[in-house]
């Protein structure tokens, strides 16, 4: 079934007038524009109900884990602890107003998408034409555009004289497309092919047109990616899943254990009020409230080094789920390729020329076998670059220069015009042809433009002697059959049917390689034939030869796949340019393997969802696609278990984009709507900028790994040093100030600093994690029960050894106890920095690490012996014996786990 966007395209323009009661002459009534308004509604895109800020800000409390922190900062400040209280708070309000900030930020898309509409429209109303209010048009209006018009609707073109619209945002494809006012042959054609039709949001870039309006609002093309937009759910990330995840068990078992050891203490004879108090400083200890704090400080570190890497990073959650990302989807123009139309081979006196250079940037070289050529010598070559840059309305400009008057970059090149005729004034630039030093030796007399019918250009021009020749460029089969000679190594010949097949052959395989291909030919006129029509001039021409041009790749890219590829990450382009070309850009980028598919938006109609499920892995190239393609290209991948990211800089990536679970949009040619949809803007529109990011997301995600498994198995010891003491009938080894005052202290700084631990040598040779990985994978959780158990048995050990010495000094006691608890967390900081052995890595390369540990121990000596702490902290000072104990039981917990770490049936039991 057809939707009503293509329903228009194979009828007749006097059917499509007929069938929305308009005459083409005279146009509607403001009767019926009012009785059609109220029909329709405006010209306007939709927003859904928005949701006052107020109830966004309140909604991010709406979380267990808050809850949870909200109770412990009760806790805290019933007892006396007021500094924990306060840095709770401020971490549940921080990240409060991080999550109002990306929600808001969230669903801006459809505001960007209403700038795109049209303010104003010129349309025939009761026979005069006028400007109106675009959201004023209804269906049946007749609307007048010209070169520069933004088109304010959806409409059937009812005359398009050398028009052509700029549809990139909308299709994805990189050259404006003409449109005509025929029908065409069928109407089930993709997008970018619907010749006939205009959209809400493209741009006219040459000539004029009238046409009828079909679709307005949200029935439009721009319409329906709004709804899209709307409708789509953003994915939760996985880090964000996991430490939900996480947070909700470790409070459930913390509340338990906790419950434990009082019920264990006060059996054994306990006072029931200090076993409350330390049952409730170890579940404010147990309880990681520095979680979210360290998450988020680790996740904004990164941001600010993606950011020195030219990715903008706009939700924090996203840049840990690129780590995981399986594929990226990527768009074509401006993405994988430069967006600048270049000239790349060129055929003449039988045989290819290369055209070395990029961009619009005028340096190249012409080269044949991978010789350069000396233009002086190849009079064909030069005569083709003349007419490529006499027969063209486009412009070279060269903008100021960032860098410095020495040196222009290539950034600084642009082209004003058409990026076909652009090409080729580069290319002509690369010759040394100008426009300027043409202007000296030509006088341009007349202009035949370019149109449907001929499906050619050429202009007439006077050179210094006085004599007039016609200069004329266009499709190769219609421009040859007009030739009756050839100009072959500067001289003319006769141009037989054997030259003739040949030039025609030479042309299908230029095609082949998805090049662009256009034909130049010209002739000497006589004064009769410089005043005749263009059906005269544009006969008997002197065929010169071919140019073939297309939007090259960008050389980056080719080396951000291969790297990706190495990293287990499957890149697929997903473009609205035609099948030939995606197949010859993904070829030559290394996209397309040799038994990868490609798939057109045709057959994604016509395919069975089961069917494309099955298929959709082996999928590499997807052409010809529309908005509901790409969404649907992102659902099936996700739902065969991929972590996607889709890349993308128009309107109709938006709602693929917002869909994905990471979206990343172009800064410098990316539409608002993208960049809105976004979770991450590369600023360079450089492919190969994600590779970066995906790394950076890779090491924040080990980085969060390490700390979580520092902060639990120093909780983990906390907990077990008091329960194991309580079923042994021991003392409290730690009174509830101690307990606290490490949990702030020895966990908070050196958890801070492995969020900035360097990344390791194979963080971009290895696979993705799976995303379905539970964040005790991998040896953290073998780690965090060994070393949380060997932590809280040699806590408990030196106690036991000190008391039973001192049995009457039970403060001495649990000095040492509290001393050995902080400096076995402290050694075992440095362990939890490589899955590897504490030696794996050398502890000098993270100087924020050795600070915080320095400092720790700074502070430990402090609450030992300054005196006026002593009394609060239930302290006295320690001997050299008591250190040297200290220091031998704090490094057993690593060294004893280091040989537990080789039995490998027990860690292959505890990792499950």
């Not at 921080?94 to 999550?99: D, M, R, T, W």
């Not at 059996?267 to 049952?279: I, Q, R």
Request: hydrophobic letters at 45%; charged letters at 20%; glycine letters at 8%.
């Amino acid at each position: 079934m057809l939707s009503d966007q293509a329903r228009w395209v194979d009828w007749e323009a006097e059917k499509v007038t007929s069938h929305f009661h308009v005459d083409p002459t005279l146009g509607l009534n403001e009767k019926e524009v009012e009785a059609r308004l109220k029909e329709v509604g405006p010209n306007q895109l939709v927003e859904g109900e928005k949701t006052s800020y107020l109830s966004v800000f309140i909604a991010q409390f709406k979380d267990f884990m808050v809850w949870v922190l909200l109770v412990a900062t009760i806790i805290s400040g019933l007892l006396g602890e007021y500094t924990d209280a306060i840095a709770i708070i401020a971490i549940v309000i921080i990240n409060a107003i991080l999550g109002f900030v990306q929600e808001v930020r969230a669903e801006r898309s459809l505001s960007a998408l209403k700038k795109l509409s049209a303010p104003t429209a010129r349309v025939l109303r009761e026979g005069q034409w006028t400007r109106v209010d675009a959201s004023r048009l209804v269906p049946g209006d007749i609307i007048s555009l010209e070169s520069g018009d933004r088109i304010p609707a959806d409409l059937r073109f009812l005359k398009a004289e050398n028009l052509y619209i700029e549809e990139s945002a909308l299709t994805g494809e990189s050259v404006p497309v003409q449109k005509i006012s025929a029908k065409l042959s069928k109407a089930d054609v993709p997008l970018g092919d619907r010749k006939n039709m205009g959209y809400m949001g493209t741009m006219v870039v040459r000539g004029t047109g009238t046409g009828i309006v079909v679709s307005t609002g949200m029935a439009t093309e721009m319409g329906r990616i709004a709804h899209l937009i709307e409708s789509t759910e953003e994915m939760e990330t996985p880090l964000q899943h996991r430490l939900e995840q996480l947070g909700k068990v470790l409070v459930i078992v913390a509340l338990m254990l906790t419950a434990l050891v009082v019920v264990t203490g006060i059996l054994h004879g306990h006072d029931g009020y200090k076993m409350f108090l330390a049952g409730v400083s170890l579940a404010v200890a147990a309880i990681p409230e520095g979680l979210p704090a360290i998450v988020t400080i680790a996740l904004a570190l990164g941001v600010q080094r993606m950011i020195k890497k030219r990715a903008i990073v706009r939700k924090l959650p996203s840049v840990e789920t690129l780590g995981c990302a399986t594929v990226i989807c990527s768009d074509k123009t401006g993405t994988l390729t430069q967006n600048k139309m270049t000239v790349t081979h060129i055929w003449t006196d039988n045989h290819v020329v290369q055209v070395s250079g990029r961009g619009y940037q005028p340096e190249g070289q012409f080269l044949h076998e991978n010789k350069e050529l000396n233009l002086s010598t190849t009079p064909s070559l030069r005569r083709l670059l003349e007419i490529a840059v006499l027969c063209n309305n486009a412009q070279l400009i060269c903008k100021k220069a960032k860098g410095g008057l020495l040196r222009r970059k290539q950034e600084d090149w642009g082209i004003d015009g058409d990026p076909t005729e652009g090409a080729l004034l580069v290319a002509g630039a690369k010759g040394g042809f100008s426009q300027s030093g043409m202007s000296h030796e030509w006088k341009r007399i007349k202009e035949y433009p370019f149109d449907s019918e001929r499906k050619m250009m050429s202009v007439i021009a006077m050179n210094q002697r006085g004599k007039q020749f016609v200069f004329t460029k266009g499709a190769p089969d219609i421009l040859l059959a007009r030739c009756t000679q050839i100009y072959h190594q500067g001289k003319i010949m006769a141009l037989t049917p054997t030259i003739r097949a040949e030039v025609l052959k030479k042309n299908d395989e230029l095609a082949r390689m998805a090049l662009r291909n256009l034909a130049f030919a010209y002739k000497e006129l006589t004064p009769q034939e410089a005043s005749s029509r263009s059906s005269h001039v544009e006969q008997g021409l002197t065929f010169v030869g071919l140019a073939g041009m297309i939007d090259p790749p960008r050389e980056e890219a080719k080396e951000a796949i291969r790297v990706c590829r190495r990293a287990g990450i499957k890149t697929v382009m997903i473009t609205g340019d035609h099948q030939t070309t995606a197949e010859a850009i993904a070829v030559e980028l290394g996209i397309k393997q040799p038994n990868g598919l490609t798939i057109n938006g045709q057959d994604l109609n016509s395919i069975k969802e089961k069917e494309f499920l099955q298929k959709v892995n082996d999928i590499d190239v997807y052409a010809r696609v529309s908005p509901e393609h790409k969404l649907k290209i992102v659902k099936a991948l996700q739902e065969k278990g991929h972590v996607v990211a889709m890349t993308g800089d128009g309107v109709n990536d938006a709602p693929a984009i917002k869909a994905a679970n990471i979206g990343i949009a172009m800064g410098v040619t990316g539409t608002d709507v993208s960049k809105e949809a976004s979770s991450l803007i590369l600023a360079d529109d450089n492919f190969a900028t994600i590779v970066s990011a995906v790394e950076e997301g890779r090491h924040i995600y080990d980085n969060i790994r390490k700390f979580i498994s520092y902060l639990l198995a120093s909780n983990v010891g906390e907990i077990l040093v008091m329960f194991l003491a309580m079923l042994g009938g021991f003392p409290l080894p730690l009174v509830p100030i101690q307990i606290l005052w490490v949990n702030l202290v020895t966990d908070g700084l050196p958890a801070m600093a492995l969020g900035v631990d360097p990344a390791e040598e194979d963080t971009m040779s290895r696979p993705p994690r799976d995303s379905k990985e539970s964040i005790f994978a991998r040896r953290v959780g073998w780690k965090i029960v060994t070393r949380g158990l060997l932590i809280g048995l040699c806590s408990l050990a030196a106690f036991w050894i000190t008391y039973t010495e001192y049995p009457e000094n039970l403060v001495l006691a649990q000095t040492v106890a509290f001393a050995t608890l902080v400096m076995s967390q402290l050694v075992y900081v440095f362990d939890c920095r490589s899955a590897g052995s504490i030696f794996s890595r050398t502890p000098f390369d993270n100087k924020p690490l050795l600070l915080a540990v320095v400092s720790s121990i700074l502070l430990l000596l402090v609450v030992i012996y300054y005196t006026p702490l002593q009394p609060i902290f239930h302290t006295v000072p320690l001997g050299i014996r008591e250190w040297i104990l200290i220091c031998v039981t704090s490094v057993l917990p690593v060294n004893i786990a280091g040989i537990l770490d080789q039995i490998r049936p027990v860690r292959k039991l505890i990792n499950g």
